[in-house]
């Protein structure tokens, strides 16, 4: 399935002095001192000095981006300072700004320009956490499992998550119920081969051997969001016509009937209605919605 190319960010990142509330706008630039207070102020900073965060959120970083990213900061310096941590009277640990720290080696620079805050390991997992969220080029997952650690990991509650990120709570819900669907259709969020879009409408399906039977639909033809939306929305109909509320009514279906049902579900990509009386008698029922998806089942079939 095609994707479209991520549009690229610039290359310099968005301000973190917006998020860190008691970070200076623009205060100078100052040599470190060897004994003063520096807590709360932009010093530069050897890099030698510096170790990355333990709790950083992303473990990749685009090797062409950083490249850019080490081009400019040749030509421009570091426009936006790193955030880290005291350690010791010349340890620091970064707590945001990994890409520029990178880059910045990568442009051969033995100084870089940061913010120097106190945090303690959950403040330092929160704040890498919330930068890390407010970058352009995540994808879905990536912030799905951030939203996932900020409330295991740093206690927050759902209700006070979105206030924290700038995200309506709805918005937040959503990314969370992707974590729900199967590890084969997160991966494929994660690598772009289909959209939010595409996985909201998944989510709507409770199956998950149907999820995955739509899913390889929308990869192998193509299928738009709006498509798979329409989709899901007949399947939906169809449990809930009468004829699967009197299969409902009827005697409950056993655990392997239920099983060979999902089973069939899966296999023709449609919600197979089975009804079954006391003398193992039924019938089975195969909705289609259009032509061509008649058509498709009955190539499954091999008629």
């Given amino acids: 399935m095609s994707t479209k190319k991520p549009k690229r960010r610039n290359a310099l990142g968005r301000g973190l002095g917006a998020l860190l509330e008691d970070a200076p706008a623009s205060p100078p630039v100052q040599k470190l001192p060897t004994d003063a207070k520096v807590v709360n102020t932009i010093n530069e900073i050897d890099l030698l000095n510096i170790e990355v965060n333990p709790f950083q959120p992303r473990t990749q970083f685009d090797e062409e981006a950083l490249a850019e990213l080490a081009d400019s900061i040749k030509v421009q310096g570091i426009i936006q300072p790193i955030t880290v941590r005291k ?4 340890k620091y640990q970064l707590i945001s ?3 520029r720290y990178h880059a910045s080696k990568l442009a051969g620079l033995l100084r870089i320009p ?5 945090a303690n390991d959950q403040q330092m997992l929160e704040m890498a956490l919330i930068e890390n969220i407010q970058r352009e080029n995540l994808n879905a997952i990536e912030i799905a499992l951030s ?3 900020l409330l295991s990991e740093c206690e ?10 700038g995200k309506k709570r709805s918005t937040v819900t959503n990314y969370l119920r992707l974590l729900k669907l199967p590890p084969d259709i997160q991966a494929a969020i994660r690598d772009g081969k289909i ?9 709507n399906i409770e199956n998950v051997d149907l999820q995955l039977n739509i899913f390889k639909r929308i990869i192998r033809d193509d299928l738009s969001v709006r498509k798979v939306e329409e989709l899901v929305k007949k399947l939906k109909s169809v449990e809930e016509s009468p004829e699967a ?8 279906l056993s655990y392997e009937m239920k099983q060979v049902q999902d089973r069939l579900s899966s296999h023709f990509g449609s919600r197979v209605l089975i009804n079954n009386d006391k003398n193992n008698r039924g019938t089975i029922k195969i909705p289609y919605f259009s032509h061509e998806d ?10």
């Fill in 87 to 90: 350690l010791s009277e010349r």
């Fill in 97 to 99: 700004g990994e890409r």
């Fill in 114 to 118: 940061a913010y120097v805050r106190t």
């Fill in 147 to 149: 939203y996932q650690r």
């Fill in 156 to 165: 927050l509650r759902q209700e006070d998550l979105g206030d924290r990120v």
């Fill in 195 to 203: 959209g939010m879009g595409h996985a909201r409408a998944l989510i």
């Fill in 245 to 252: 509320e009197q299969s409902k009514s009827k005697i409950p």
């Fill in 294 to 303: 008649l058509n498709r089942i009955l190539e499954i079939l091999d008629l």
